[in-house]
């Protein structure tokens, strides 16, 4: 992914959205050591949330986008890697990169990826933590996560609860 302005603290508060066969999830940032609600892939396998959007931390066009993002789910499926559309983005859904979720890939293929595709960071989901890895220097940042079904990205999962 690449970061909005804020750098690292824009992975570290982004919402990410994974398209997996049992839903759609809203995962957030927590504290770490902290995880809420269901995670997304019911095997508890290791998910990879990756784009090729706005390579080298430049923005470019919709149509650059969108072709990188071609690419990107071409070489997954040349690889015969498994993934589900996913998206990330800051807490109000502003800015938003559309790319994929991974599942069954080594760590060190899937920050590989995200460098050749010329990104920032790659973001690590497990059952216990949220990662966001360096593709290019493996700096790692370590959150919780909470999640929840298909719901306005906007509203924190602390309002949700009391809705």
Excluded at 45 to 54: F, P, Q
Excluded at 78 to 83: H, I, K, P, Q, V
């Amino acid at each position: 992914m690449t970061a909005e302005p804020g750098g690292w603290d824009a992975y570290v508060g982004a919402v990410m959205r994974i398209e997996a066969p049992g839903g759609v999830f809203w995962v957030r940032p927590a504290p770490v050591a902290c995880t809420a609600g269901e995670y997304p892939d019911p095997m508890g396998r290791a998910i990879y949330v990756m784009t090729a959007h706005n390579p080298g931390g430049q923005i470019v066009s919709d149509a650059a986008n969108a072709a990188a993002e071609a690419r990107l789910a071409a070489e997954l499926e040349r690889r015969g890697l498994t993934w589900w559309p996913a998206a990330g983005g800051d807490p109000s859904w502003t800015h938003v990169e559309s790319g994929a979720a991974v599942i069954e890939v080594d760590e060190a293929d899937a920050v590989a990826l995200g460098a050749e595709f010329g990104q920032e960071a790659i973001f690590a989901l497990t059952p216990a933590v949220r990662r966001i890895i360096g593709c290019a220097d493996r700096r790692v940042v370590a959150t919780g996560w909470s999640s929840g079904p298909d719901a306005d990205p906007s509203v924190s999962a602390d309002n949700q609860e009391g809705s």
